[in-house]
């Protein structure tokens, strides 16, 4: 799933007041079905015969291999359709059910799913009627997503998202986790040139400790 889908969603419920709801699938890959002979070693304490001569074939995509995730979204997209969700042209990982007055929009990321909705009820029955083909775990209203935390004032239809573990972890992981806090990071008006640069070899030294790319990244 996209961000600016996810943001695009989280607005909607803001604007229009729809109820949020997360359920996560547990252990979704051995849910996939395997399209391909695949063979492995008898599991210890599983051993059938002669360990040596005889090895077990797949028929579910186990976490181990290569197919896993294609087979599980293969499964979940075949499960949602059969229950009335189409999935959508612009982000493959969004679903959307319409029946009558009722419509849910359901992003999906691997096994995290989140209901989104004017009727808690159909959301409700659609989360029982998934049960009957997962083993789920009913995470009740979303209060954080793909590690983003939410929060809603649904009297003054507004929603807040934000990430401070994510911002403790990076700080944490880049020497700065004990830097005062300050409004502004960088000095108002500040030009950056080449004269900035390094300009010694321990000034160098200490650059070439720092993953450039991983850090704007994280960014």
């Known amino acids: 799933m996209h961000l600016p889908t996810l943001h695009i969603i989280l607005a909607l419920a803001a604007i229009h007041d729809l109820h949020l709801w997360s359920v996560n699938v547990s252990n979704a890959y051995p849910n996939g079905e395997m399209d391909c002979d695949v063979y492995m070693e008898q599991p210890e304490g599983f051993a059938q015969g002669n360990p040596k001569d ?25 499960t949602l359709e059969s229950m009335g969700f189409k999935q959508t042209y612009s982000d493959a990982a969004v679903y959307i059910f319409i029946r009558g007055d009722v419509c849910i929009i359901l992003p999906v990321f691997v ?5 989104t909705s004017p009727s808690l009820p159909a959301i409700k029955q659609v989360i029982a009627d998934l049960g009957t083909h997962f083993k789920l775990r009913n995470l009740g209203p979303t209060t954080e997503l793909l590690g983003i935390q939410i929060n809603r004032n649904c009297a003054k239809r507004s929603l807040t998202i934000s990430q401070p573990q994510y911002c403790a972890e990076m700080l944490a992981c880049y020497g700065m986790g004990d830097s005062k806090p300050v409004s502004m990071p960088m000095t108002p008006g500040l030009c950056l040139s080449r004269e900035q640069s390094p ?20 960014l």
């Not at 096994?111 to 209901?115: E, G, H």
């Open 111 to 115: 096994d995290d799913m989140t209901f």
């Open 199 to 218: 300009r010694n070899a321990e000034e160098c030294a200490f650059m070439r400790s720092v993953d450039y790319g991983a850090a704007i990244g994280s």
């Open 54 to 78: 005889t090895v077990c074939l797949l028929k579910k995509s186990l976490y181990s291999t290569k197919q896993r995730g294609n087979r599980w979204n293969r499964k979940m997209r075949t």
